[in-house]
């Protein structure tokens, strides 16, 4: 196998940026749903709703990344079509992602939330699915390209 191309190697060093970008929202969500709600449920919902947004510009960031018009999975179908179950997996993992990040924003956004219980375990739900997405993420890659991706940093 050939090594990257300086254009590939762009594109890695973008989308470990953004990996690490929708990883730090990732803990920014955890951290404001795992903070103490009771008597603060104003507050409280004010920090997670603020956190929820901000994941959700960074997937869609993410979706645009890799479905795009200039997109990863575009460019992999191409050098690796035998991976299009795998995109077209990720690919309706990010439907499902999108609704739950929207059902979440609106079950927080309610005013006067008590339910705090409810909202920690649908954003804790959120961020399993956001996880095990990232991980078939990663093997996509490794896969198509014998790269890893990381973003953890």
Do not use: C
Not at 107 to 134: F, K, N, Q
Request: charged share 30%.
């Amino acid at each position: 196998m050939e090594p990257p191309s300086t254009s590939e190697q762009a594109f890695f060093e973008e989308l470990r940026r953004r990996r690490a970008e929708l990883l730090e929202s990732m803990r920014a969500v955890e951290q404001a749903l795992s903070a103490p709600a009771p008597g603060r449920e104003e507050r409280w919902a004010e920090r997670v709703h603020v956190s929820l947004v901000e994941l959700a510009a960074d997937f869609r960031e993410h979706v645009n990344l890799t479905e795009g018009p200039d997109g990863l999975y575009r460019e992999l179908l191409k050098s690796a079509p035998r991976l299009s179950g795998a995109v077209a997996r990720l690919t309706s993992e990010h439907a499902l992602i999108n609704a739950d990040v929207d059902n979440l924003l609106a079950v927080a956004s309610e005013p006067g939330i008590d339910e705090y219980d409810r909202v920690r375990e649908l954003g804790t739900a959120l961020l399993a699915r956001l996880l095990r997405h990232r991980q078939h993420g990663s093997d996509l890659i490794y896969e198509a390209y014998q790269a890893e991706i990381g973003g953890e940093t």
